[in-house]
């Protein structure tokens, strides 16, 4: 039976699931000693977490630059929000990246606004429930 360490990243554990196609993976030491396990539950719960519902969120498509994620970090703080999570992934198309944003904002309009004046391409708006 395939094992993963206690210090595995989430993603490393997802990507097993994905290639094993079993619903629970044991958890080892370094002495091969069993500390517990991880079910696909527990793994789509971490990924809930990080991008649940909890904070308004939005995506940014754009050209894979240098300086761009910073422009877009300092134009949401000026605007009044706080990044509570980023996550960047490469399209493969053009040199394009898909930016997803979770903002914690008193205005989370006045943040959309600011990133649109600054030509960002701004997608996906979801509002926090």
Do not use: W
Not at 42 to 55: I, P, S
Not at 88 to 108: K, Q
């Amino acid at each position: 039976i395939e094992t993963i360490s206690e210090d595995m990243r989430i993603e490393e554990a997802a990507a097993k699931f994905i290639t094993s196609k079993v619903r629970f993976i044991p958890i080892t030491d370094r002495q091969d000693q069993l500390l517990g396990i991880v079910t696909q539950q527990a793994v789509f719960k971490r990924y809930q977490a990080l991008f649940g519902h909890e904070y308004n969120s939005l995506v940014i498509y754009s050209y894979d630059s240098r300086g761009v994620l910073a422009k877009i970090c300092e134009t949401i703080a000026r605007a009044g929000g706080d990044i509570r999570n980023m996550l960047v992934s490469h399209t493969d198309v053009m040199n394009l990246v898909e930016i997803f944003l979770r903002i914690d904002a008193e205005d989370f309009e006045k943040v959309v606004k600011a990133l649109t004046r600054q030509k960002f391409d701004v997608r996906d708006i979801t509002f926090e429930e």
